[in-house]
């Protein structure tokens, strides 16, 4: 009856520990989904909302490091002036992979439409969950 029990635990906890990572995974997909459709609003502060609002926030890109959340905006306003510049966004994800609880990687593609011509690159991005929510720590793409 012990031996049962403890089996029993442990196809919950495994169970349960599935479901949580694949509800993470849909969240997380669901903060790219809400970024896309801010980016090719040209609504730059919505698309902002899925990274962590702190100065501790990483973006590396071709310009190099940048750091904090307010920069990063910045930088995306001066880059991407207008809708012309920012047009239609698209991302194609390769993996999601956990890296401990409360954290996932994401690597993958993303296709710019653009009537100033297109724009495409790669990505690895960290998502961590914070106060509740799924917020990018840490971008790089190219």
């Known amino acids: 009856m012990k031996k049962l029990l403890m089996i029993t635990c442990f196809l919950i906890a495994f169970g349960s520990n599935a479901q949580t990572e694949a509800e993470d995974k849909q969240a997380i997909l669901a ?10 609003a040209n609504d730059l502060e919505g698309f902002m909302q899925g ?10 890109g071709s310009s190099g490091l940048t750091k904090g959340w307010q ?10 002036p207008t809708k012309e510049h920012s047009g239609t966004l ?5 993996d999601i992979s956990q890296i401990d609880e409360g954290s996932y990687w994401v690597m993958g ?6 009537s100033v011509g297109d724009a495409n ?20 793409s190219c």
Not at 31 to 40: G, R
Not at 74 to 79: I, L, R, S
């Open 121 to 140: 690159g790669v990505f690895l991005i960290i998502f961590k969950k914070i106060d509740g929510e799924w917020k990018i720590v840490a971008d790089m």
């Open 71 to 80: 920069q990063t905006l910045d930088n995306y306003k001066k880059g991407y």
């Open 109 to 114: 593609e993303y296709f710019l439409k653009r």
């Open 51 to 60: 990274y962590w609002k702190n100065d501790s926030l990483k973006f590396f």
């Open 31 to 40: 903060v790219m989904k809400l970024q896309e459709e801010a980016w090719s």
């Open 90 to 94: 698209n991302f194609t994800i390769s």
